[in-house]
């Protein structure tokens, strides 16, 4: 390969790279930059002589005080993470966002390195013995994402947070669950479900839980959900105007790239989530719940019928996002049981890296993350 050059492209020559890529992260579309206003947001190409060989969505968030930038590509880029010299594709971009002003370079590569199955987790859960991952025998590893970490930390890279034990750092986490779907009937997938979770999802439908999709107008709904369970579960809300963005900047190119899913019992919303679909894979995102009525298993209901329409429309993967590799008694546990319970695999990604730009570089990225700590 020749080695590729980096320059801005239009949104609508990103678009047409995705229609002929399509599996990119629903963070590195060009849609998704009109969901954080609070950055500035450009879209870069990779190039050969005139052939687009990448594209990606890079980030751009001032250091307050200064014309400098910490550029971001979450989930992204979306390159050959597998080649032996990935200076070839990196270089080009540190030194493309040097020219925009970025002061540091912060990357999220979409690879995973190691997979651990349901059942396997669900007996390291038990065992008081196992306190994280880890611990475990990893179902598969990926000799080569292995390889791609040692070369960025040549290339001079940094790996962005150690691993705390919660596996929750700035940006994206570094341990997600996934369910793959791709090539399997319905009743395969219910087979696959825990006995816990097999006996939630029939207490739901036989007490005559309805699960439906929604539109924009259910949006207050869902938020009252979303707004009981950040205070429930102990984490900052967003906005409600942050999620009617979101409907309206995914929405705008694809009516179907973000969907609503509510859980109803008795003319009650219990539960609801969002689905966002990009490519082959769907992503359950802001899964929320209210206090009421819990007992009818209202989640359940709600994952089971957002994953057997993601297999319908022909995904390949149900992303149900973060998880906490730590498998001690914490409040966290609870989400790991209950997406490993349908039949998730544990995944661990490469997780983020960043690489200062320019001669001051070094001196700025302490600067961010004090002021990023402040926040």
């Not at 149900?320 to 966290?332: G, Q």
Request: aromatic share 10%; proline share 6%; with cysteine.
């Amino acid at each position: 390969m020749t080695s590729p050059y980096v320059r801005e492209i239009t949104r609508e020559e990103h678009l047409a790279h995705l229609r002929q890529h399509p599996d990119a992260s629903h963070l590195q579309i060009p849609e998704w930059a009109d969901v954080k206003p609070d950055w500035l947001a450009e879209s870069v190409g990779w190039f050969e002589g005139k052939l687009m060989v990448a594209a990606a969505l890079v980030l751009y968030r001032p250091l307050p005080g200064t014309r400098r930038f910490l550029a971001y590509l979450p989930d992204g880029p979306a390159i050959d993470w597998w080649s032996p010299r990935l200076e070839q594709w990196l270089d080009p971009l540190v030194a493309h966002v040097e020219e925009r002003g970025a002061f540091s370079l912060r990357i999220g590569p979409p690879v995973v390195v190691r997979h651990w199955e349901a059942a396997t987790v669900t007996a390291g859960i038990a065992d008081p013995d196992v306190r994280h991952l880890h611990d475990l025998p990893a179902a598969g590893i990926d000799g080569y994402a292995l390889d791609a970490a040692e070369r960025l930390a040549r290339l001079g890279w940094r790996r962005c947070e150690k691993d705390d034990g919660s596996g929750f750092g700035l940006g994206q986490p570094r341990y997600g669950c996934r369910i793959p779907i791709a090539g399997r009937s319905v009743s395969e997938l219910r087979e696959a479900l825990a006995p816990h979770w097999e006996q939630a999802l029939r207490t739901a439908e036989q007490a005559g839980v309805r699960v439906s999709w929604g539109s924009a107008a259910d949006l207050p709904d869902f938020y009252r959900l979303y707004a009981a369970t950040a205070a429930h579960d102990g984490f900052k809300a967003r906005p409600p105007e942050y999620f009617g963005r979101m409907w309206k900047a995914l929405n705008a190119e694809d009516d179907d790239r973000l969907r609503i899913y509510l859980a109803e019992y008795d003319g009650e919303v219990l539960s609801a989530a969002l689905m966002i679909n990009v490519g082959s894979c769907a992503w359950h995102s802001y899964a929320a719940s209210g206090r009421r009525g819990r007992e009818l298993r209202p989640s359940s209901a709600l994952l089971w019928r957002m994953l057997c329409d993601a297999r319908g429309a022909g995904a390949d993967t149900y992303d149900l996002r973060s998880i906490t590799p730590a498998l001690t008694e914490d409040r966290l546990l609870g989400r790991l049981r209950f997406k490993t319970g349908a039949g998730g695999r544990a995944v661990e990604y490469l997780g983020e890296w960043e690489r200062p730009v320019g001669s001051q570089g070094r001196v700025l990225q302490r600067a961010v993350r004090v002021y990023l700590g402040r926040r």
